[in-house]
């Protein structure tokens, strides 16, 4: 999967709690196998028996990512200084599913 397009959502530089909210689209349907290898790399509670199945997770104190299944769009939260090692990692985990 690649990352299409990133859309800034939420800017929070004036906020008590800076964090940047991101909205990006994938080239392709977020499948369950990139969900389970997300289990692997990040704390992820992942809701498979919903109507729309959801995940959501954080990595470290990095960065958070949530989504649903089959949607081509997926959420990034991150603090604006970690925006870069944040997308570095996500396009890193991307590219290995």
């Given at each position: 999967m690649k990352i299409l397009e990133t859309l800034l959502v939420?800017?929070?530089?004036?906020?008590?709690?800076p964090l940047d909210t991101y909205e990006i689209l994938l080239?392709?349907?977020?499948?369950?196998?990139?969900i389970f290898f997300l289990q692997k790399k990040m704390i992820l509670k992942y809701f498979?028996?919903?109507?729309?199945?959801?995940?959501?997770?954080?990595?470290e104190s990095c960065f958070a990512l949530k989504g649903i299944e089959?949607?081509?769009?997926?959420?990034?939260e991150c603090q604006i200084e970690?925006?870069?090692?944040?997308?570095?990692?996500?396009?890193?985990?991307?590219?290995?599913?």
């Open positions: 939420k800017n929070c530089q004036t906020c008590d709690d080239d392709s349907p977020v499948p369950q196998q990139f498979p028996s919903l109507l729309k199945p959801f995940f959501h997770g954080t990595y089959g949607n081509c769009v997926i959420t990034l970690n925006k870069e090692k944040s997308f570095q990692i996500l396009e890193k985990w991307l590219n290995e599913v």
